[in-house]
């Protein structure tokens, strides 16, 4: 069974860096494309972008200029940054199984940016 | 503002059916086969319920069906059942540029 955990801090300063780990168990990351998707309070899903072990990577064209979506093998995770954060991007942050149709999802983890 | 929209509400009573629209462009949900759809309860992850615009997960009851017609997806959902009250986001394939967007979703209330 595929269980994926989102892990990182839940308070980040505006202008900072959002720093997230998703760390995958069951399966290994070098199986399947691995996206991050991302839910303001209230409202609807933001795909952020996705990545391929190797290294290969898409972006949402909105938040392409601050996002990176990277992978470690080694340890089975995958990782978000965004730089240069504002209010804009609290959400509920989720790592999914896929590409387009999201089979897994960890259970999200909320960011909220505030001084 | 989401790329694809969704009604904010829908309802029906228990046992009765209710659709659920998304409606896109020609550049997303009118010109690929790749729509899917989520159910998400509160405080939870969203749930896959259809992809390819009409196929289900194995384990997804045959009560959700989804159905496309130019621009516009839907979901019906048969037979509503209490556990079926959640919200319920659409997401399209968008082209090479911008692989995947997603509709402001839809909370459907069984009364």
């Known amino acids: 069974q595929v269980q994926l955990q989102e892990s990182g801090p839940g308070l980040v300063k505006p202008s900072e860096t959002l720093s997230l780990t998703c760390t995958v168990s069951g399966v290994s990351i070098t199986t399947y494309y691995w996206s991050w998707v991302r839910q303001p309070p209230g409202k609807g899903l933001e795909w952020i972008g996705y990545i391929y072990y190797s290294g290969s990577t898409k972006y949402n064209p909105s938040l392409k200029s601050r996002v990176t979506i990277s992978a470690d093998t080694s340890k089975n995770q995958v990782s978000l940054k965004m730089t240069s954060v504002t209010a804009a991007d609290t959400a509920v942050y989720y790592c999914a199984r896929g590409i387009g149709d999201l089979d897994d999802w960890g259970q999200g983890t909320l960011v909220t940016v505030s001084s | ?111």
Do not use: M
């Open chain 2, 1 to 111: 503002q989401s790329a694809l929209t969704q009604p904010p509400s829908a309802s029906g009573s228990p046992g009765q059916s209710v659709t659920i629209s998304c409606t896109g462009t020609s550049n997303d949900v009118g010109a690929y086969h790749y729509v899917s759809w989520y159910q998400q309860h509160p405080g939870k992850a969203p749930k896959l319920i259809i992809y390819e615009v009409s196929k289900r997960p194995s384990g997804v009851p045959d009560r959700f069906a989804g159905s496309k017609s130019g621009n516009t997806a839907s979901l019906t959902v048969s037979g509503l059942q209490a556990e079926d009250e959640a919200d319920y986001h659409c997401s399209s394939y968008g082209g090479s540029n911008n692989l995947r967007v997603f509709g402001g979703g839809t909370k459907l209330t069984v009364l």
